[in-house]
């Protein structure tokens, strides 16, 4: 009797509070095995939603247990699941990797207007404050783990670590302890037992102030957030850039704010310390390189500071345009083919154009990189493609590697920038080519 009314009180406490967290979006959870994301489930058939499950293997020694586990957990709730396995074996930190991996496998298996629930603890937000507090991240740390991501949710961080494991064991969830989190090699296990220790001999209820805190400074960061916004941040695999001139007029405290956000971006969550943040702002205002936490590259590149930059990478040789397959030119895809009749207008767009044929002859038409004399004709003379490019706004860092069509020794096209006057189709035009031309590593605005 009495633990079915502990039991009553407990449950309907934690999916009041996972409830408060939700939208109306369908809702995947990561279900580890362990009894957080277990208890995560629960909550949420109790707050009416028909979740579907994922676990991510990590291929690490108790992983095999914790796919058991977390099948069994599935079975219990009648939740769908989805296993996935992923290789943890990257260069990085083994819990960075970890961490990025489970991540991006966690995203591949979102459908159209999901999002994925984690059952992140209150303990785990005050583990991440304090961790970011000793690793001088700035006001940016004190807002620990966010309550909201695009595609992620985390309803569970107004619950404890102690709530969510005395719930499990009542509702009989068949949860494992991940032997991870005992492998004190890991910083995060550290700072877990430590936290631990305070609070028990130091002061009493640190963790829940910790997290306290986090929700305290959210308003008023998302206030300097909005006032810093106009620093786009950008992202291209492995690299973010910014504005060095957006960085160098803002205030600041602001400049700043833009600067961690890049790093938080580069770094999966993780805004940098002090020494980071000093680095892009010098290289932003006065062109200095220099490396971060992670061995990654701060370098300015024209008007853009960029981190985690690589080495300018080796422009592609020239290569012949293939018709009616595909032509892969770097990270350019090109595509060349009849088209079955006259467009109605032209061009199509800047970058998918149709030619009369007989300017493209087959076997003559050449894909290669820009050079410095190269010129496009224009109806009266000529242009440097080196002016019209620069006309387009093509940062300077990328014009090296972009590519020109040649024909004949004439360059005809330069794929979102300009097309020759020589080629255009007319009344006596006996057949079409339709050429396309995509890059697979354009910049993507990240938000704030």
């Known amino acids: 009797m009495v633990g079915s009314r502990r039991l009553e009180r407990l449950g309907s406490e934690v999916a009041n509070l996972a409830g ?15 009894a957080d994301s277990a208890v995560l489930a629960w909550a949420l058939q109790e707050c009416g939603r028909r979740p579907r499950a994922v676990h991510v293997h990590h291929g ?5 247990r914790m796919e058991s586990a977390a099948r069994e957990v599935a079975d219990r709730l ?13 260069p990085g930190s083994p819990e960075a990797v970890a961490r990025r991996a489970r991540y991006e496998a966690l995203r591949r298996q979102l459908g159209v207007g999901e999002r994925i629930a984690t059952g992140h603890t209150l303990d785990d937000q005050a583990e991440t404050v304090l961790g970011n507090l000793l690793w001088g991240s700035g006001l940016d740390g004190l807002r620990g783990i966010h309550r909201h991501r695009p595609g992620l949710v985390r309803p569970l961080l107004e619950v404890t670590r102690l709530q969510t494991r005395e ?9 494992a302890d991940d ?13 877990r ?19 306290d805190l986090a929700r305290l400074v959210e308003p008023d960061l998302a206030f300097l957030e909005r006032a810093g916004a106009s620093a786009k941040v950008e992202r291209l695999g492995g690299s973010v850039r910014v504005a060095a001139g957006e960085i160098r007029t803002l205030p600041p405290a602001l400049a700043a704010r833009a600067v961690r956000r890049a790093l938080r971006t580069l770094g999966e969550g993780y805004p940098g310390g002090r020494r980071d943040v000093e680095v892009v702002l010098r290289a932003a205002a006065d062109g200095k390189e220099g490396r971060i936490t992670g061995g990654h590259r701060v370098a300015r590149m024209g008007a853009y500071v960029m981190i985690g930059a690589q080495d300018r990478p080796a422009v592609p040789p020239s290569v012949p345009l293939s018709m009616g397959r595909a032509t892969r030119w770097g990270a350019w895809n090109w595509e060349a083919r009849e088209h079955p009749g006259r467009p109605e207008a032209f061009p199509l767009s800047r970058w998918r154009q149709v030619f009369d044929a007989r300017a493209l002859p087959w076997g003559e038409a050449v894909v290669r990189p820009v050079v410095d004399d190269d010129r496009i004709a224009m109806a009266r003379g000529g242009k440097r493609v080196a002016d019209a490019l620069s006309e387009a706004r093509v940062p300077l860092d990328e014009r090296a590697g972009w590519p020109v069509l040649e024909v004949g020794g004439e360059v005809v096209w330069v794929p979102g920038v300009r097309r020759a006057y020589r080629g255009w189709v007319d009344e006596d035009t006996m057949g079409y080519v339709l050429v396309e031309a995509t890059r697979e590593d354009r910049w993507k605005p990240v938000g704030s």
């Not at 967290?21 to 362990?34: N, R, T, W």
């Not at 719930?167 to 949860?175: M, V």
């Not at 032997?179 to 700072?191: E, G, K």
């Open 20 to 34: 408060q967290a939700l939208g109306d979006d369908p809702l995947v959870v990561a279900l580890s095995g362990g």
């Open 60 to 64: 690490w020694p108790g992983s095999d």
């Open 78 to 90: 009648r939740l769908g699941l989805t296993v996935v396995r992923v290789d943890t074996s990257g």
């Open 167 to 175: 719930l499990a064991a009542l509702l009989g969830l068949p949860f």
């Open 179 to 191: 032997p991870a989190n005992q492998d004190a090699s890991y910083r995060r296990v550290r700072i």
């Open 193 to 211: 037992r430590a936290l631990a220790g305070w609070e028990r001999t130091l002061a009493p209820g640190i963790g829940r102030r910790l997290a």
